[in-house]
């Protein structure tokens, strides 16, 4: 029986709290006045859209799954006023920003690694947000302080990303996320080997 780390995706209940893992990459909130906003993003597979939306369920938020302009999967919300924390937590004037206090936990980085997490030149890739170059010093900090050190790579490289290599840091990573959904299992931090 493996023992879980008290950061794990497994300890914590679900909450709305936990789709800033979607805004550590590209995600995007959009205020409504003072009183609402939407989550969105897009990636790069239908599958982690459907992933996605069923984590979004299992917080009480309902999604609509579409494509963007370029044909991309988009999932998006509603304007919602339970977002509207997420929204101001994550913005400063007009600009995202990583909030003063967020905590990497792990269902946090189970959301960012279903986003847009995968494997990239021996290493493993969490996004980063090309729109919001601010936010990719803070999240390698905390990503640090969460005992994953990462190097930060650039768009040449396959990014913006943080890159985690090394059994030992990638073990971790999968501690806290937990087991990858079915479809996840080939882009997840530990594959299978059988």
């Not at 967020?102 to 980063?128: E, F, I, K, M, V």
Request: aromatic share 6%.
């Amino acid at each position: 029986m493996r023992q879980l780390s008290m950061f794990s995706a497994e300890v914590y209940p679900a909450s709305v709290d936990d789709l800033a893992g979607v805004l550590c990459g590209h995600g995007q909130l959009v205020s409504f006045g003072r009183t609402a906003a939407r989550l969105s993003v897009v990636v790069d597979a239908e599958w982690r859209a459907r992933l996605l939306a069923e984590e979004c369920a299992l917080r009480g938020v309902a999604v609509e799954l579409t494509h963007s302009e370029e044909g991309h999967p988009l999932l998006r919300t509603a304007f919602r006023a339970d977002l509207i924390a997420l929204a101001n937590a994550w913005t400063r004037g007009a600009v995202k920003a990583v909030p003063t206090g967020l905590r990497l936990d792990g269902q946090t980085l189970r959301l960012w690694a279903l986003s847009g997490g995968d494997w990239s030149h021996a290493g493993y890739l969490l996004p980063l947000d090309p729109r919001a170059p601010d936010t990719h010093e803070p999240l390698a900090e905390l990503l640090t302080d969460t005992g994953l050190r990462a190097s930060q790579i650039g768009i040449r490289a396959g990014g913006p990303g943080l890159r985690l290599t090394g059994r030992g840091r990638l073990a971790r990573l999968a501690e806290l996320i937990g087991p990858a959904p079915e479809p996840a299992a080939l882009h997840w931090p530990l594959r299978s080997t059988a």
